[in-house]
């Protein structure tokens, strides 16, 4: 199982990203999603997660509005379009499979981390 995020950068507040997430060795169709970020100094924390069910996906509070989860099972690939992006989502953002029927996107439920990709909010 592998999962490697990327599509970080440097990005002004009030700017867009969108992240990338490119999966392998397991059958992505199969599986919930999910993107989590750690701040330094900072616990890693769920932003949002897709259980791959009729549910709708999970998002943090602070980023509802403004984040959305995506996937394309055919190409093994999720993203994650953020939009309006303040200095408080300054973070690594990893990639990860997640316990489908987890009742919150926490670190708890993770299965396989990815390695992460960098967002710098800064003007």
């Known amino acids: 199982v592998q999962l490697q995020a990327s599509g970080g950068g440097l990005v002004q507040p009030g700017g867009s990203l969108r992240l990338s997430c490119a999966t392998s060795?397991?059958?992505?169709?199969?599986?919930?999603i999910g993107w989590f970020r750690q701040a330094p100094g900072k616990e890693r924390e769920g932003v949002s997660c897709?259980?791959?069910?009729?549910?709708?996906?999970l998002y943090a509070d602070s980023v509802k509005g403004r984040f959305t989860i995506s996937r394309d099972n055919a190409k093994n690939m999720v993203y994650l379009e953020m939009n309006s992006l303040k200095p408080e989502d300054t973070a690594t953002y990893y990639c990860?499979?997640?316990?489908?029927?987890?009742?919150?996107?926490?670190?708890?439920?993770?299965?396989?981390w990815g390695q992460g990709t960098l967002v710098t909010v800064s003007s």
């Open positions: 060795g397991f059958t992505l169709e199969n599986y919930a």
């Open positions: 897709d259980r791959n069910t009729y549910a709708n996906p």
């Open positions: 990860a499979t997640v316990f489908s029927a987890a009742p919150e996107c926490s670190t708890h439920y993770v299965g396989y």
